[in-house]
């Protein structure tokens, strides 16, 4: 993940945007090296772009900017913010990307719902077009540990992927991602074992379940519960 402040790079590496229900107003922390003099880049109306892969993810443009508060390393300013590209801004996966670059785990499962909808977010963007499995036997999904859906398809990234896979979320992008993996000729290889699935179904719905099941099936996933 890359920061792009007005076409200059390398030397913000993170930033962390506040909005306040209750105003127009925006806040947005900068955090850049110490021997950059922030002030020297502000323009009318600036742009933050965040690269994730070599890809745009995100362009941040803000105007009418005021630096309300700064120090060697951080510099906050009041502002108005607009997103470009069609995403809304989520701080929630610009953090689990950090976290990332930095070497550093997630730990998910005591996170809100909201968040590990964003993790699984990250975990697309870390991994667009990735699919060289770390394991292809004894793919074992435990029910147990499923209490939403969210934990479903971050359970199945890293089933197939390790810490931060991305396989799919939703039914929908379940199935649009099995089609990305077929045409990448692994779909004969992958096997996944479920135990505990009344758990899962408890959890999902049988419904969901089913549908869920029969995606696997009809994509030729090798599928034993």
């Known amino acids: ?5 007005n076409g200059k790079k390398d030397f913000v590496h993170y930033i962390k945007i506040k909005r306040l229900s209750k105003s127009t107003l925006d806040y947005i922390t900068i955090y850049h090296s110490e021997d ?12 933050i772009n ?5 890809s745009n993810y995100l362009n941040i443009i803000f105007t009418k900017a005021i630096i309300i508060k700064e120090s060697k390393t951080q510099t ?21 990307l950090y976290h990332w670059r930095n070497g550093r785990t997630v730990n998910w499962r005591s996170k809100t719902e909201n ?6 977010k990250a975990c697309s963007l870390l991994n667009y077009h990735h699919f060289k499995f770390i394991n292809f036997d004894n793919n074992i999904l435990d029910g147990k540990k499923v209490n939403s859906e969210n934990d479903l398809y971050i359970m199945l990234g890293e089933l ?3 810490n931060g896979g991305y396989f799919g979320a939703g039914l929908d992008g379940l199935y649009d991602y099995l089609i990305d993996v077929n045409k990448n000729k692994f779909l004969n290889r992958i096997t996944i074992s479920i135990i505990n699935k009344e758990n899962l179904i408890l959890k999902l719905g049988e419904p969901y379940y089913s549908a869920f099941i029969n ?9 034993t519960d």
Request: with cysteine; hydrophobic share 45%; charged share 25%.
């Open 215 to 223: 995606i696997l099936k009809q994509k030729n996933v090798i599928v």
């Open 50 to 54: 965040i690269v994730i892969n070599k």
């Open 76 to 96: 906050r300013v009041e502002c108005f913010i607009c997103e470009e590209n069609g995403y809304v801004y989520n701080q929630d996966v610009i953090d689990v």
């Open 1 to 5: 993940m890359q920061f792009i402040f």
């Open 115 to 120: 968040f590990k909808y964003a993790y699984i």
């Open 36 to 47: 950059f003099e922030i002030q020297d880049v502000l323009e009318n109306s600036n742009k």
């Open 160 to 162: 197939f992927y390790g």
